[in-house]
């Protein structure tokens, strides 16, 4: 069973990041609230959602698995003005969720998800933790796009740097220590990261001003943030490239 | 005789509305004003203009037809600020309009009227007449969009309803009587259309903020409006699709 | 030695000016700010440039050449923010150009100006000289693109003329002496120029409201604005087209 309400703005955020990695995704649906883990089909990304069930005006649901399309989902959410509520339900015997905004009624079949695994997410050790605003590394990687195909993130005790290195030029971010919100870091660590895959991650974040790395010499990157105004989390792991040098 | 100054806003809905089904079309020029029939290339839909020579700041003419492209006089259209007036008239012996917009004056050659019929618009007897918003159409038309590419639109002594139904997926829009600005029909009637025409048609009226509707079974729907503050009336004819249920 | 502070927009007018022509160019450094001459590939048009110390924040120049590929400073203006300050500085070592804006530096690659010759302005007595609103330039170019590829300008005693002639349409731009905001002209002159390189000039003024024209009969037409607050000018020289009658 599930039935639910929701701001737009919720759903929006919800299918902004996980539509990063997948077309099609596993809402696995609670009576506490709804988690999302998908793994890219290349296998180099994975994302972690879960959204509370304060995050929703209205939620009713007990164990159950919905195999969303996520372009289709996006559509209903488009018809929405801002603040307008969606509402959701799903029915059980057609196999589809119906999905309500205004006026409208948009009855759509389920993906199956047979095929769908949990996937499993790896616990890491990452001796760097740091904490930097969004919109600086926004600006950063809008620097980098057209220098390389690749970006090197470096946490030191003194702070964090983000380096792109083409044939001729190079982009470096550098924040120190006082410009960052946090900062745990005893040495130096980096590893280096596909450019493409990580821009799309964090040009997912939309409301949260600031995102936390967890980072390791040429291991995963870890990142975190908050989505429904503190009332769900997003967690994304990017594996290395290995440095050429 | 024609020569005639309006504002650009009047120009522009006429344009609209009249390119959703043709390039090329008559203006019929009389005393009192203009008016415009045409049929699309593939005889499915038909647009019966009127302007009344009150929607012009100026304006004498006597009975002729103008030949336009409507893509020119978009163009120049285009030139436009918003309240600027766009100064027409025709130069007989060159048979040429010559619109001017601020100090440009633009001269563009008519287009052979010849073979350009005038449509004889049917007289039918529709059961249903309804009135609904503008904007609760646009938002159920996109909706449909990505479902079909048919659209039914059903009439009932309880309300309206469109419904799109796709080969998963289905989106309707119900608007219960109370949510209609008028609504005259004793028993229910449904037509299927080509949801194209329908959406261009939609999307073609700017100023009205609702939109009268006549429908009968599986008969054509006949959608009229108003534009230039009431001083035009706009009514488009719409084939039905024969229902393969 | 080259080091210098500029607000974004300074170097963004800089660089649209340049770019109408070329993509590659030499700034020429002096002590007293910068200058760049530059001719289109086709030979058709010429840009002269020159931006004073004091349009900048800071400046330190001496003698220097800079190869600038316009395409990558592009790329780092459109990460400023309006009003944001860019540092600029020759890393003479390493033939680089270091940008940096906010917390972002981007070391870029100087291009080799060996192959790029400093263009000789011709001096031109051209009798006619008019200064035109860039808005009333502007709106006549957009009326003209669709009618030919070709425009010609006229000065005369009663003011200035733009006709552009199409097979089947015509647009021209009138503006008496009193729309003008100069004037100098004892006979009539007419010039026929291509019209994508006149509209691209055009389009590349984004803070000056007037223009300054000087033309001769078939010589080529001499453009002069401000750009930088009055702290830099740009002349554009543009060739000739002949007419064929």
Chains 1, 2, 3 share one sequence.
Do not use: W
């Not at 077309?23 to 180099?44: L, Q, R, S, W, Y």
């Not at 509520?85 to 015997?93: Q, V």
């Not at 950063?140 to 993130?153: C, P, T």
Request: glycine fraction near 6%.
């Amino acid at each position: 069973m599930f039935k639910a309400k929701a701001k737009s703005e919720v759903l929006k955020e919800l299918i902004d990041v996980v539509s990063t990695l997948v077309d099609e995704v596993k809402f696995n649906v609670t009576k506490n609230g709804i988690g999302v883990k998908a793994v890219d089909p290349a296998h180099v990304a994975m994302v972690d959602l879960s959204l509370e069930k304060s995050a929703f005006e209205e939620f009713k649901g007990d164990d159950s698995e919905l195999g969303i399309d996520i372009n289709k989902m996006r559509e209903v959410l488009k018809l929405a003005r801002a603040g307008e509520i969606i509402s959701m339900e799903l029915d059980e015997d057609k196999n589809r969720l119906v999905m309500s905004v205004g006026n409208i009624v948009r009855r759509m079949s389920l993906v199956d998800t047979a095929g769908m695994s949990d996937p499993k997410v790896p616990s890491l050790d990452l001796p760097a933790k740091l904490a930097v605003r969004t919109d600086e590394l926004r600006q950063g990687i809008r620097a980098s796009e057209s220098v390389s195909d690749h970006i090197a993130l470096i946490s030191s005790p003194d702070g964090f740097e983000m380096i792109s290195e083409g044939d001729t030029d190079s982009v470096n971010l550098k924040l120190p220590k006082d410009l960052l919100e946090e900062l745990s870091c005893k040495e130096t660590v980096r590893a280096l990261f596909p450019l493409d895959y990580f821009s799309s991650m964090i040009k997912a974040v939309s409301s949260a001003e600031s995102i936390t790395m967890h980072l390791g010499n040429d291991y995963p990157v870890r990142l975190e943030f908050k989505i429904a105004d503190g009332k769900g989390e997003v967690k994304y792991l990017l594996a290395p490239r290995i440095e050429s040098e």
